[in-house]
T-cell receptor, first 109, second 113 residues
């Protein structure tokens, strides 16, 4: 079956760095997305990776290793507004998005 | 104005009632999606449409139906609502490329008593 695994919850301190991991098992693979979702709101797009390596976008970076079925989202210089859930989603061979349950990130002052 | 709108935003209904959730988008995208989100679970795809004449079942289509009235409008119906359909429902839209991000509506919180 197809599966996305990510930690349920993480806690970090304002100003610090946090890495949110995601492992995926899909029938085929055509890329991996990260979305941010604040409580009670809609998910919003953060990044898309299809090739191995690190993509940097401001304070947020996303890494992909296709051979390991692994991705991570790196958040630097954490701010209180980064408190949210972070959703990992993989595109399978049929170009269907398989979503993880999300990682709730709690930022403490 | 928001690019993707959903109505209603909140709805409480009773078991057995027919419910329609509506979605409109102004992004000019052909692709539209309906998801439900439950606590502790990922987003699950109910139906999707790649253009006005194209409707496809997703992972959990049983108990739901959809209508694509126009490029900009995609409605989700629960023919006979049941309590386990209580969830947060999201509509989304995207461009033609598989790598295109999905833009989500604000969600409809549905409670079936």
């Amino acid at each position: 079956g197809q599966n996305i695994d990510q930690p349920t919850e993480m806690t970090a301190t304002e100003g610090a760095i946090v890495q949110i991991n995601c492992t995926y098992q899909t029938s085929g693979f055509n890329g991996l997305f990260w979305y941010q979702q604040h409580a009670g709101e809609a998910p919003t797009f953060l990044s898309y990776n299809v090739l191995d390596g690190l993509e940097e976008k401001g304070r947020f970076s996303s890494f992909l290793s296709r051979s390991k079925g692994y991705s991570y989202l790196l958040l630097k210089e954490l701010q209180m507004k980064d408190s949210a859930s972070y959703l990992c989603a993989a595109l399978d061979s049929n170009y269907q998005l398989i979503w993880g349950a999300g990682t709730k990130l709690i930022i403490k002052p | 104005d928001a690019d993707v709108t959903q109505t209603p935003r909140n709805r409480i209904t009773k078991t057995g009632k027919r419910i329609m959730l509506e979605c409109s988008q102004t992004k000019g995208h052909d692709r539209m999606y309906w998801y439900r989100q439950d606590p502790g679970l990922g987003l699950r795809l109910i139906y999707y449409s790649f253009d006005v004449k194209d409707i496809n079942k997703g992972e959990i289509s049983d108990g739901y139906s959809v209508s694509r009235q126009a490029q900009a409008k995609f409605s989700l119906s629960l023919e006979s609502a049941i309590p386990n359909q209580t969830a947060l429902y999201f509509c989304a839209t995207s461009g033609q490329r598989e790598s295109d991000e999905q833009f989500f509506g604000p969600g409809t919180r549905l409670t079936v008593l």
